[in-house]
């Protein structure tokens, strides 16, 4: 059984590639890191593309890497959203992994279905990466907020340090992957970045020049967790942001450790952001799919 995208009334016929860029510029709207730049080379409808990447089988595997090093740690953007998906993609029957380093892992593992990245292990990256997918199998693989490689073959930060000691590769498991790859970012420095060079020479950034199938940039990634479940909900006719609670999120994670990643502080934030912008662009994705959202009894078949 796939996934079906429900029909729904005459009076609420959704022009998806209409909604997908309005979910697309209200995702970069403040343009911190340059992001409006780099949006200008992706074809435009690439929220509703990375949605329908989500189209498959009941019970097939996804593999959603995230964690950003920050110090001996890692920042919030990211696991908020890689969280948001798996439980998004459970909700669509999916079996959705969670794959990180630690210290990120060792308390994920405790909540989640994970899949362990070992650390600072840079040599071995390729074999790791085909004996994981080999042994899960994925239908998906996602990257949020995930290192990506640069030109030199390391891992370096906004501040131009190199973390390469801190990092696990998540970059293989895109480049080595039989099946479709999404990737998100918000800086230029990510997996998934390598689809967008031109763009980003501009930018106070060392590059990744990783590549994915799919490029979904943001404001914050966190934030197009969100954007792509509000797509989801559209496609599907029902509301997958109905549960969308980031608060709780930010407190789970802070709670343990994780820390912004632009303050370095131990709070509430993403991106030295308060929680309450998330909320609001939650609160805006909400009501911009609420018209595509139809009655349980009104969700067509497959």
């Known amino acids: 059984m796939t996934l079906s995208q429900p029909t729904a009334p005459a009076s609420k016929v959704a022009d998806f590639i209409a909604i997908s860029r309005q979910i697309e510029l209200l995702l970069t709207a403040r343009n911190l890191r340059g992001m409006q730049q780099v949006q200008q080379q992706l074809r435009p409808g690439y929220i509703l593309r990375a949605a329908r990447l989500f189209n498959l089988p009941a019970g097939s595997t996804l593999l959603i890497g995230t964690g950003f090093p920050v110090l001996d740690t890692f920042e919030t953007d990211g696991p908020v959203g890689a969280i948001a998906l798996y439980q998004a993609a459970q909700a669509l029957n999916l079996k959705p992994y969670l794959?990180?380093?630690?210290?990120?892992f060792s308390l994920l593992a405790q909540h989640y279905q994970c899949a362990e990245l070992p650390v600072n292990q840079l040599q071995g990256r390729v074999a790791q990466a085909r004996q994981l997918l080999q042994q899960?199998?994925?239908a998906l693989v996602l990257s949020i907020e995930r290192p990506g490689l640069s030109a030199a073959g390391i891992y370096v930060n906004m501040r131009g340090e190199d973390i390469s000691a801190r990092c696990a590769s998540f970059d293989e498991l895109l480049n080595q992957a039989p099946c479709p790859t999404l990737a998100i970012g918000d800086g230029g420095n990510e997996i998934g970045m390598g689809n967008v060079q031109a763009a980003l020479a501009g930018l106070n950034i060392t590059p990744s020049i990783t590549e994915c199938?799919?490029?979904?940039?943001?404001?914050?990634?966190?934030?197009a967790a969100w954007g792509i479940i509000a797509m989801l909900s559209v496609l599907q006719g029902r509301n997958l942001l109905?549960?969308?609670n980031l608060l709780p999120l930010l407190q789970f994670?802070?709670?343990?450790?994780?820390?912004?990643?632009?303050?370095?502080?131990s709070t509430l934030t993403e991106d030295g952001l308060p929680y309450q912008a998330g909320e609001q662009l939650i609160q805006q994705l909400q009501a911009l799919v609420q018209p595509y959202i139809s009655e349980p009894d009104n969700v067509a078949p497959d």
């Open 242 to 244: 109905a549960n969308a």
């Open 99 to 104: 794959v990180c380093g630690k210290p990120l």
């Open 213 to 223: 199938d799919e490029l979904v940039v943001a404001d914050v990634s966190n934030w």
């Open 253 to 265: 994670l802070t709670a343990n450790g994780c820390i912004d990643g632009v303050t370095r502080q």
């Open 136 to 138: 899960l199998k994925p």
